[in-house]
């Protein structure tokens, strides 16, 4: 589905046609939603005997990871709509985005001093 509604958009953004372009955008970014969203409900990520057979189940921090992906993705999603009608909000929404995803890998990746440092010294050389 998501191919469709890209090629859509590409077809209708060459086309020049600005409300076609922008339904097909939000379509083919609700494609990322609605896959996080299906994600987390059917997917089962630790297997944990359960009495004599196995249960799978996810672990707290993959769900905590999970909601702020899925709240980074809803973000993205109106940022692609916003973003067209005013562009202040389009990036405010982007960047409540990109916060979600930061907090989101934080769950598996803890920031330490030493992981500070070689960022700020990579920046410097770069």
Do not use: H
């Not at 890209?6 to 372009?21: C, I, S």
Request: charged residues 15%; proline residues 2%.
């Amino acid at each position: 589905m998501f191919g469709i509604f890209f090629v859509g958009y590409r077809a209708f953004y060459f086309l020049g046609r600005p409300l076609e372009t922008l339904v097909f955008k939000a379509l083919a970014s609700l494609c990322f939603v609605l896959l996080a969203f299906f994600n987390y409900f059917n997917f089962k990520s630790v297997e944990v005997a359960n009495g004599g057979g196995i249960a799978k189940e996810r672990s707290p921090s993959f769900k905590r990871y999970s909601v702020k992906i899925i709240f980074a993705l809803c973000f993205s999603f109106a940022a692609d709509i916003l973003i067209k009608k005013n562009l202040v909000s389009g990036i405010l929404a982007f960047f409540l985005a990109q916060i979600c995803f930061f907090l989101a890998f934080l769950e598996f990746k803890k920031i330490t001093l030493r992981y500070a440092r070689w960022f700020f010294v990579s920046l410097r050389q770069s």
